[in-house]
């Protein structure tokens, strides 16, 4: 509750400073009006107005050296509730004690708050905390009383008006329609007849509706209602009600300024002159006249509307009419026009009152976050002095440089030594700049919270604990890019940057994403490092190099920003594992037969399998038979292939009489492929049953022409020569698993998916499914940058929509990755306290072949008893048992991964699940 207060007068003591800087523009205005008077025109007049309007809403302005506000004095203090410097050092209560430490994070900081147990927490509430939260209360309360009335009579007037029938005089219709058409007006209007209406209205802005009080038509002549709807048609052209509403709105929020009460009040009596003069601008200069009368015949037999944001009259404002009136007699068609001098003054006042007064400090230029990381470097560094010169006035009075040494020391003395700054973020609040620069210490982090007013001068300072969520995301944060160091083993001597590369291709077994190869001279030896683009992809790494028979694995560590700018400034960026020197041969699978064949018009509605014969063994259980509308065959069961693999056969149902197109991959969709992963180029089986007397069907002219093209290309691609492997090749599916078991059961993962876009659009958004036992707390992309994810659970499983920090081009390589936690995989073995055993079959839902590839880490001290597969590869690493296992899974297809191992009595506690 103490923070919503606290909020509540943040928000007041802004709008308190807002209230005062708009008050000065309009005495500003004010001030202009008088000088100019006849010299500017209605709509000039009006306009002046609309500065103040542009004021209030816009949410920031630029600083400038000619803004009024660098001549009248210094709002920023005003208003405020919450002293800037409150920053307070006091005993922790326990609990406060147990909070600190709940947030620690093993990987940031390994030590933990000791000694008097002493920290620092927020702000304490200001002595004048009651008195300012009562004046916060009474303007929203006064806002909402104001906001309930203005929608409570407008729906009034609203349900009064729906009820009524629209006026059908076909006389007036027509009139309303010249008028229409005189202003360009395209919008439907509908005229009411109603009796509580004071004065002829315009109601609404989305359906709007002309009011015209009782008798009114009998009253005036067409040439009199004339003159109405063009003033009102005048209302619609310009947007008044859209405008009445807007400042309604900023009317609630500054409901206690009298001086903007009295700016809207003249706003709307010059808008009134203003859409007079667009009405006269529409008529005859000797009409002028009748205009006038018109207008002051209205006085004489109706009232004056109450005001109503979605309502604009003609009689707004009796006082004004003998200005009214002046103006009508003295208006020139060519007055309502811009001049050169009109648009110069609102120019000039737009720059005066747009901008903000420009600060006298050169930091003003800089970004607040660069500013706070110094002013943490000048804390560290003990200059207390330079760092207190960019307090603002507030913040100088609380604090000077003796006590910021002293809160600093103080600091120091609970949390530890300083060790370095782990991040910044930062936030916006009303126009100031909140920047959070994250330092450890030696018992832990803290968050340093610097608040900047829109002079860059510093309005607040706080040290604050950090949470877990915040620790994690600077961890995730830090670039997914890893460099992976080899050397050659004793025997193998490499003597250029070829020869290491070949070996390392020759190492690796599937595709990994790599790049910026490079070498160096170490110990006498030619060492190699490449750049991966994840962590989990950089283990594996490590797993094929460690079973290289020439080549033995170094290190594998994240690369931080000049190691990266050496690699991109020294490495190859050509020499990639997936573009290896290998000369691995294929070619594409070549349709071979096809039953029936292409192009045949007489075939039997009796046939039952369509098939299709490559010249090649094609990958089991992957295929695409595409087609659609009724040109596609009813399928009667699943296809399968023969069992040389080389035949794959179709069931379906044939009808007499019909046109069947049956396509072998397309564009989009490619999963007839050889074990390789070569897809086939599509090709078409066109052809037709014969009709139930036995003739042949007639095969479509244009249908023939098109299956043509297409299997010409088939042909074409079929015919070519072998030729190597490139980065043309459709590189897989692929799924990379990274499973750390803890003693207690939980596995944290790490997973890499990387996959060709297929789609004719770049991609903005992707989403996948998991189980509701993962649990994912991160994601990022190949960059290592976060990734904004959402969840939305159904049944037992998480789908995770996401989206990318870029657009994935047609036919790029789509990276991202995630970590997390799952529970409940593993569990006690039937009968046993200490052996447990893990089971999980994972079917890949990419609708397309899945490279998978997956490591677990076994607790440490666990012996291992089995696998599933038996020929699960294994090692040891740091004294724990890792096991490995790819596999090239079908589209539909699943891999099964399992296994057993005992832990030390006493080491295996909390499990999810029983045996």
Request: charge should be positive.
């Amino acid at each position: 509750m103490e923070s919503t207060f606290e909020q509540l007068s943040i928000v007041f003591g802004w709008l308190v400073r807002s209230t005062m800087q708009v008050s000065i523009l309009v005495c500003l205005i004010l001030a202009v009006k008088a000088t100019v008077r006849g010299r500017l025109s209605a709509r000039g007049h009006y306009c002046l107005w609309l500065l103040l309007f542009i004021r209030m809403v816009m949410p920031w302005a630029p600083a400038s050296s000619v803004s009024v506000f660098n001549i009248v004095p210094d709002l920023r203090d005003i208003g405020k509730t919450i002293p800037s410097a409150a920053v307070v050092v006091k005993e922790a209560t326990e609990q406060e004690i147990e909070i600190f430490r709940s947030v620690q994070n093993d990987e940031i900081v390994d030590s933990r708050l000791r000694g008097n147990d002493r920290m620092v927490v927020n702000q304490s509430r200001p002595v004048s905390f009651q008195a300012d939260d009562i004046l916060a209360l009474i303007w929203l309360g006064g806002a909402l009383i104001f906001m309930v009335y203005i929608f409570a009579t407008s729906l009034c007037v609203w349900i009064e008006i729906r009820c009524r029938r629209p006026l059908t005089d076909q006389k007036v219709l027509d009139l309303l329609e010249d008028c229409k058409r005189q202003m360009g007006i395209h919008t439907p209007i509908t005229v009411v007849e109603n009796s509580r209406v004071g004065s002829p209205a315009l109601f609404g802005f989305i359906r709007p509706r002309l009011l015209l009080p009782k008798g009114m038509l009998a009253a005036f002549g067409p040439g009199e209602l004339r003159y109405v709807f063009l003033h009102e048609l005048a209302h619609v052209k310009r947007c008044d009600i859209v405008v009445n509403w807007l400042m309604s709105c900023l009317q609630v929020l500054h409901w206690f300024n009298p001086l903007i009460w009295y700016a809207f009040y003249r706003m709307r009596a010059d808008r009134e002159l203003a859409c007079d003069a667009l009405a006269l601008s529409r008529t005859q200069p000797s009409q002028s006249a009748e205009y006038g009368r018109t207008i002051v015949n209205l006085l004489e037999r109706f009232s004056r509307q109450r005001y109503l944001p979605a309502m604009a009259g003609i009689l707004e404002s009796k006082s004004q009419l003998k200005r009214r009136i002046t103006m009508i007699a003295r208006f020139k068609k060519s007055s309502y026009r811009w001049s050169v001098p009109a648009v110069i003054l609102l120019a000039v006042l737009g720059c005066v009152v747009l901008t903000n007064a420009q600060g006298t400090s050169q930091t003003k230029s800089r970004e607040p976050k660069a500013m706070a990381k110094e002013f943490v470097e000048l804390l560290v560094k003990g200059r207390f002095s330079t760092a207190a010169r960019n307090f603002d006035s507030t913040v100088k009075n609380e604090m000077s440089p003796e006590k910021l040494k002293e809160v600093w020391s103080s600091i120091t003395g609970q949390a530890g030594a300083f060790k370095r700054q782990i991040g910044i973020r930062t936030e916006k609040f009303l126009g100031s700049d909140i920047v959070f620069v994250t330092c450890e210490f030696k018992n832990g982090p803290l968050d340093v919270k610097v608040v900047y007013n829109n002079k860059r001068q510093i309005s607040g300072l706080w040290f604050v604990p950090v949470s877990q969520k915040v620790l994690k995301g600077y961890q995730n944060s830090k670039s997914m890019v890893q460099i992976v160091t080899f050397r050659p083993k004793d025997g193998f001597s490499p003597r250029t940057a070829k020869d290491i590369l070949d070996r390392f291709n020759n190492c690796v077994k599937f595709r990994v994403n790599t790049h910026h190869f490079r070498t160096e001279i170490r110990e006498g030896k030619l060492y190699g490092s490449i750049l991966t683009d994840s962590s989990a992809e950089g283990k594996a790494l490590e797993l094929m190099l460690n079973q290289c028979n020439e080549l033995e694995f170094v290190n594998s560590k994240a690369a931080d920003e000049q190691e990266l700018a050496e690699h991109y400034a020294k490495g190859s960026p050509g020499l990639k594992t997936t573009e290896s020197s290998r000369a691995v041969k294929f070619k594409n699978p070549q349709v071979v037969s096809t039953k029936p064949a292409a192009f045949a018009n007489n075939v039997s509605a009796s046939l039952k399998r369509i098939k299709v014969t490559f010249d090649q063994p094609m990958m089991d259980e992957s295929w695409s038979w595409v087609g659609g509308d009724d040109t596609y065959p009813k399928t009667t069961g699943q296809p399968r292939y023969d069992r040389r693999g080389t035949t794959c056969s179709l069931p379906v149902n044939l009808q007499p009489g019909k046109v069947y197109w049956v396509g072998i991959n397309s564009a989009r969709y490619k999963n007839f492929q050889t074990t390789e992963g070569v897809s086939a180029v599509p090709y078409v089986i066109l052809f037709a049953t014969k009709g139930r007397n036995g003739e042949p069907t007639v095969i479509p002219d244009n249908f023939i022409e098109e299956a043509k093209r297409i299997n010409a290309r088939a042909g074409k691609m079929s015919s070519q020569p072998e030729r190597k492997a490139t980065a043309e090749v459709a590189e897989p599916y692929t799924q990379i698993m990274f499973n750390d078991i803890s003693n207690d059961g939980t596995i944290s993962f790490e997973s890499t998916i990387r996959k060709i876009s297929r789609d004719v659009n770049p991609v903005k958004t992707t989403s996948f499914v998991n189980s509701d036992f993962v649990n994912v707390t991160s994601m990022s992309d190949n960059k290592g940058r976060p990734i904004k994810f959402t969840t939305k659970h159904k049944g037992s499983h998480y789908r995770y929509n996401l989206t990318f920090n870029e657009p994935v081009l047609p036919g790029e390589t789509m990276v991202y990755a995630s970590e997390g936690t799952m529970t409940g995989l593993i569990k006690p073995v039937a009968g046993s306290k200490d052996t447990f055993e893990y089971f999980m079959t994972h079917w890949p839902a990419a609708g397309q072949p899945t490279r998978r590839i997956e490591t677990y880490l076994l607790p440490e001290g666990a012996e291992l008893i089995s696998t599933t597969p038996e020929d699960m590869e294994r090692r040891t690493k740091n004294g724990r048992i890792e096991l490995h296992q790819e596999k090239m899974i079908p589209a539909g297809g699943s891999i099964t991964s399992a296994f057993q191992y005992r832990l030390p009595v006493g080491k295996g506690g909390g499990y999810d699940g029983e045996g």
